[in-house]
C-alpha cells in the first residue's frame, strides 16, 4: 500500500458517510431523480469508462442498436449505478421494511432445504441492487454470503454494518 492511499481511503470513507446521512432520509423517488441525474453527469465525465460501455454494447451485435441506442442504454447504465449505490446508502435505515418493495418466489426445494439444514447455493445476478434479495432472505432463512472485500477497510466496514 502506498503511503497516500490510508489518507485517500479515510477521505472516500468520510466522505461517503457524510452523503449517506441525509439520503437515509430522502423518500426513494427523490433518490432516483438524484441518481439520474448524478448518473447523467458521470456519463459524460468518466470518458474511459463510458468507451467501455461502448465496446460492451458494440459486441453484442444481436441487440443490432443504432448509435443513438447505444448512447440510450449507456447513459442508462451510468444512471442505474448511481441509482443503486443512493439506494444502498438508504438501506441501512429501510432494512427492515425490504419486504415493503421486494416481491420473492421461494421454491419449494429451497425451503426443505433450509428444514432439513442441507443448504442450497442461490446465485443472483446484479441486476439494480442485487443485495435486497440476499437481505431479505436474511430475515427468513439462514444465508451467508460470499463476496471480494474492498481494500478500503472503514469503508468495508461500513457496507458490512449496512449487510446486517
Known sequence: MRKKDPFIHSLIYWGIRVLSFPIQFMPYSWIHRIGRFLGSISYYMAKKHRKIAFNNLSLAKNLNLSEKEMKRVAKGSFQNLQITALEYLRLKRSRYKISDFVSKEVSQAFI????????????????????????????????????????????????????M
Open 112 to 163: 426443505d432445504s433450509c428444514k432439513n439444514g442441507t443448504g442450497m447455493i442461490s446465485v443472483t445476478g446484479h441486476i439494480a441492487n442485487w443485495e435486497l434479495c440476499f437481505l431479505d432472505h436474511t430475515q427468513h432463512y439462514p444465508c451467508t454470503a460470499i463476496g471480494r472485500p474492498i481494500k478500503n477497510k472503514k469503508l468495508y466496514s461500513f457496507i458490512n454494518s449496512i449487510r
